[in-house]
């Protein structure tokens, strides 16, 4: 496996209006497509900017919208499973 996905941590996130950034904690930032994860791209400002960093920042949390993403899987392109 690539060390440059497995020890990537996220240390802050924010939005636009068609991305979600994340911000690590080696430099680099990544923009990823809102339409690749439904619940955000259907989330209001407010509940968008409830999140939390897990696992020392290698997941994102929002409890009120049910979601889960890996930093790892962001890294490797993943999309939320229910995008076709």
């Known amino acids: ?11 802050k ?6 991305n979600m950034w994340v911000d690590f904690a080696d430099g680099r930032i990544l923009a990823v ?12 400002k407010e509940e ?11 997941g994102i949390h929002w409890e009120e919208l049910d979601e889960d993403i890996s930093v790892y899987g962001l890294l490797l392109g993943n999309k939320d499973i229910k995008v076709q």
């Not at 440059?4 to 996220?10: F, G, K, N, Q, V």
């Not at 497509?33 to 209001?44: D, G, H, I, K």
């Not at 968008?48 to 290698?58: C, P």
């Open 1 to 11: 496996m690539n060390t440059l996905t497995i020890e990537a941590s996220a240390t």
């Open 48 to 58: 968008r900017n409830k999140y939390i960093l897990s696992g020392n920042g290698t």
């Open 33 to 44: 497509p809102l339409e690749y994860f439904p619940r955000l791209l259907n989330a209001t």
């Open 13 to 18: 996130i924010w939005f636009d209006e068609f």
